[in-house]
């Protein structure tokens, strides 16, 4: 199906998971390259949608706000404002950034859901399930935690393995646990709404191997990735199975039909219809319709993905865009592979990472450096690595000494020789003509590339345009040729000066706040894609503005302190504090240990770590300095029972003398905690 028969796009890309920030991985992944396939379109005057969102629901969300003693609702706004500014300030530029909050979200996929049930598209099946007797609660996906049965993992979650990558179901597991108490589940009766798969298998498996749709080809099968195809055929010769589409939990989309109270939809049922409930807001907002972006057969609807979301936007929401009926299905699912860090799988729970919103507060100004370096060693066929060595040499050796290098000469040249107005070219050599023909070919290349999803290919072209202009000066010297031939210099600067003009026009998907500045240096109007090529892309006569330095050298203190940073991430990831020297039992039972009430709490005046506690110990009411004003406000412990050692020799803290000592429990982040009594109990009780 040639592209033209296409009047608008659709871009999604996977939507975050708004239990962490974003990191690197996630960028290269999926982000970045949707957003060069996205400003390409645009710059090539193309109808687009660009959606994306915070996924805001299931098991992970949930578990994260108990553990941390918050309610699922403040994870997620903390983590979608978080993720939601860092990509604005990084520059993907997505038309909207939804939740899966939202009230549209919510009634578009409870509509999907009564419309596939209506349909008579699942089926009900009552099976037993694990059930947490301890919490009250049944435990799907993450809330069960076991030894994987491939592997040997003994965290492999009730869904996955995070570290073998298969995909399991809460019975796989061996020694399974509850990840909310840790107790052994029990088996409980529950009832589910079945998406039967296999009812779909055939259609499914010529849709993908074949790329046809009712007997029309719809797309072209040898355009989508080889390990794409793979994992796809993979899991459809296993033989698809009957897949719970409903979960009992209370986060999530309620389950709209009759018997369905108390369960919600499954969090990757809900999250690509996201993309439909986005575009939705999106289209509201601004004067459009939302149908034509996804039920209409002109539609070009592109999904990017990380590699382990494969199934999910191949297999399972085509079935559900097919059940439901009227909807396109993606002509492409360019989904990459994995990038990793520094010889480590990168970890938001390990704190393996480099967080995008720490890099845009390190790095001012580089957002063009990470892009390129991401692209340079994107994973768009095999896993790939990140090392804060290869971004210095890229940005040293290949920003600054080619990109920049070129487009400096041309502007500070032009300025100098000419005060910044664009000479005409005179009589042009064989050299000159075979320079301005190379030039022409590159923007045809770099549009297909981009077209079939290489991005890394279209950047290595981008910069063979600049090699070509850095290499052109190199050549013929015009610093040499001023005072003896300054006819020919004119000739050389208008043509350095044309292939500057290209390098930004076809940089810009790649490289836009580049692009955009050199755009600003040679006073160009706009960067449309037609224009490249153009051999008088600038007129003669024009008058360019001052250079600027577009990238500058990394050194090498600024590596090695990330590198630091992330050795110190391995060293406190190691294993707990070393035991101590023994200890007799008559010397420990010298220490008396009581349990306190925290009565009153104030800072201490000029010590920004120390509260000063009046704490009830039950043996009399007494004060106690305690250098835990950074991680608890007054107001938030008073009535705390806590461990006290109340026999520790007074001591004089800031003038003021302190009786005794509040134990605390200080986890590997530094975070402190105190030691409680798990139920109340009578001040003064001892601790042994
Ligand atoms: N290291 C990585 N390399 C490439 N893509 C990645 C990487 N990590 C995540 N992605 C992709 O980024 C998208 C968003 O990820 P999502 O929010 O689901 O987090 P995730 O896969 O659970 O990552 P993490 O476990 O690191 O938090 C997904 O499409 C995912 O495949
Ligand atoms: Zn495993």
């Known amino acids: 199906m040639s592209d033209n028969k296409y009047k608008r796009h659709t871009v999604t890309a996977a939507l975050p998971y708004a239990?962490?920030?974003?990191?690197?991985?996630?960028?290269?992944?999926?982000?970045l390259p949707a957003d060069i396939y996205v400003?390409?379109?645009?710059?090539?005057?193309?109808?687009?949608?660009?959606?994306?969102?915070?996924?805001?629901?299931?098991?992970?969300?949930?578990?994260?706000?108990?553990?941390?003693?918050?309610?699922?609702?403040?994870?997620?706004?903390?983590?979608?404002?978080?993720?939601?500014?860092?990509?604005?300030?990084?520059?993907?530029?997505?038309?909207?950034?939804?939740?899966?909050?939202?009230?549209?979200?919510?009634?578009?996929?409870?509509?999907?859901?009564?419309?596939?049930?209506?349909k008579g598209y699942f089926t009900i099946q009552e099976s037993e399930q694990y059930y947490d007797e301890k919490a009250n609660q049944f435990l799907a996906d993450r809330y069960i935690v076991g030894t994987c049965p491939k592997c040997g993992n003994d965290s492999a979650y009730g869904d996955q393995c995070e570290k073998c990558g298969t995909s399991l179901s809460p019975t796989d597991l061996i020694e399974p646990k509850s990840s909310i108490t840790g107790e052994k589940p029990v088996l409980k009766k529950t009832k589910h709404w079945y998406l039967p798969m296999n009812d779909h298998e055939e259609w499914i498996k010529e849709w993908i191997v074949d790329g046809k749709l009712e007997g029309e080809q719809h797309h072209d099968p040898k355009e989508w990735k080889t390990h794409v195809?793979?994992?796809?055929?993979?899991?459809?010769?296993?033989?698809?199975?009957?897949?719970?589409?409903?979960?009992?939990?209370?986060?999530?989309?309620?389950?709209?039909?009759?018997?369905?109270?108390?369960?919600?939809?499954?969090?990757w049922l809900d999250a690509p219809i996201g993309y439909i409930s986005a575009t939705k807001d999106w289209a509201a907002a601004n004067g459009k319709d939302w149908k034509d972006y996804w039920q209409k057969e002109d539609t070009k609807l592109v999904h990017f993905i990380g590699k382990d979301n494969?199934?999910?936007?191949?297999?399972?929401?085509p079935i559900i865009l097919k059940a439901h009926g009227n909807y396109v299905l993606p002509n492409n699912v360019p989904a990459n592979e994995f990038l990793n860090l520094e010889g480590a799988k990168l970890?938001?729970?390990?704190?393996?990472?480099?967080?995008?919103?720490?890099?845009?507060?390190?790095?001012?100004?580089?957002?063009?450096v990470l892009r390129y370096v991401l692209t340079s060693i994107a994973p768009e066929n095999k896993d790939s690595e990140f090392t804060w060595k290869g971004f210095q040499e890229r940005n040293n050796n290949e920003l600054v000494a080619t990109l920049g290098n070129f487009v400096n000469r041309a502007l500070v040249l032009t300025n100098k020789y000419y005060d910044g107005t664009v000479p005409a070219r005179g009589e042009l050599s064989d050299y000159d003509k075979e320079v301005l023909e190379a030039m022409s070919t590159f923007p045809a290349k770099i549009e297909k590339l981009i077209e079939s999803y290489s991005f890394k290919e279209a950047q290595i072209e981008m910069m063979n345009l600049a090699r070509l202009g850095n290499k052109y000066l190199a050549d013929t010297e015009p610093w040499k040729l001023v005072k003896t031939d300054p006819a020919r210099v004119e000739t050389i600067m208008n043509i350095a000066i044309q292939i500057t003009a290209n390098l930004a026009v076809v940089m810009y998907p790649l490289l836009p706040n580049t692009a955009e500045k050199i755009q600003q240096m040679l006073k160009m109007d706009v960067l449309d894609w037609g224009l490249s090529g153009d051999a008088d892309l600038i007129k003669t006569g024009h008058t360019i503005g001052k250079a600027e330095l577009l990238f500058e050298k990394i050194e090498d203190a600024v590596i090695d302190a990330q590198i630091e940073k992330l050795e110190q991430t391995k060293l406190s990831q190691q294993a707990v504090e070393p035991q101590k020297d023994e200890t007799s039992f008559d010397d420990f039972m010298k220490m008396d240990i009581r349990i306190g009430t925290i009565l009153a709490a104030e800072k201490v005046k000029k010590a920004k770590k120390l509260l000063q506690?009046?704490?009830?110990?039950?043996?009399?009411?007494?004060?106690?300095?305690?250098?835990?004003?950074?991680?608890?406000?007054?107001?938030e412990i008073i009535g705390k029972q806590v461990s006290v050692l109340v026999n520790l020799a007074p001591r004089k803290i800031r003038g003021i003398e302190s009786e005794g000592m509040i134990l605390m429990a200080e986890d590997k982040d530094g975070s402190l905690s105190f030691i409680s009594p798990t139920k109340q109990v009578t001040e003064g009780s001892t601790v042994r």
Not at 19 to 31: R, S, T, V
Not at 234 to 256: E, F, N, Y
């Open 310 to 317: 494969i199934v999910f936007h191949c297999i399972i929401f």
């Open 613 to 635: 506690l009046t704490v009830d110990t039950g043996i009399d009411k007494r004060t106690i300095v305690s250098g835990i004003a950074e991680h608890f406000s007054p107001e």
């Open 39 to 118: 400003r390409s379109l645009r710059q090539r005057g193309k109808d687009v949608a660009f959606i994306c969102g915070s996924d805001e629901h299931g098991a992970a969300i949930t578990i994260k706000a108990q553990k941390e003693g918050v309610t699922p609702k403040d994870i997620i706004d903390k983590y979608h404002g978080i993720n939601k500014e860092a990509f604005e300030r990084f520059g993907i530029a997505f038309d909207i950034y939804d939740r899966t909050s939202s009230q549209t979200h919510c009634e578009t996929a409870q509509e999907f859901f009564t419309t596939l049930n209506d």
């Open 229 to 267: 195809l793979g994992q796809c055929k993979s899991w459809i010769d296993q033989g698809l199975q009957p897949r719970a589409m409903t979960r009992d939990l209370d986060w999530g989309v309620p389950v709209p039909v009759e018997g369905g109270e108390g369960k919600v939809l499954y969090v």
């Open 347 to 368: 970890s938001t729970s390990r704190n393996w990472a480099v967080w995008l919103h720490e890099y845009l507060d390190e790095f001012p100004g580089k957002e063009d």
């Open 19 to 31: 239990n962490g920030p974003l990191h690197i991985g996630h960028i290269a992944g999926c982000y």
